[in-house]
């Protein structure tokens, strides 16, 4: 039974854990495509070094979130940003 627990305890913790991973390829392919705003992590995300699990995002970063929950995609696709429209500030 407690193995049971712990197995649900740590599916409960990977779902938690948050609902993109960026990592350095990614950037590098936002930067091969030439994408137009993404120079380093804060791109998309609000902290210099984010942390894996615990990063929170801007709005660029949220687009992304939403464009894969939109897409039904299993990984976040850099490429989308193409469509990427910024707000008018």
Do not use: F
């Not at 649900?8 to 390829?25: E, T």
């Amino acid at each position: 039974m407690r193995v049971i627990g712990g197995m649900v305890l740590a599916a409960v913790a990977v779902g938690l854990a948050g609902p993109a991973a960026a990592d350095m390829a990614m950037q590098k392919k936002a930067k091969e495509l030439q994408i137009a705003g993404v120079a380093s992590c804060q791109s998309c995300h609000t902290d210099k070094m984010p942390k894996k699990g615990a990063a929170s995002v801007n709005a660029m970063g949220k687009w992304l979130v939403d464009q894969k929950a939109a897409r039904k995609a299993k990984e976040i696709d850099v490429a989308w940003l193409k469509d990427y429209k910024p707000a008018a500030k």
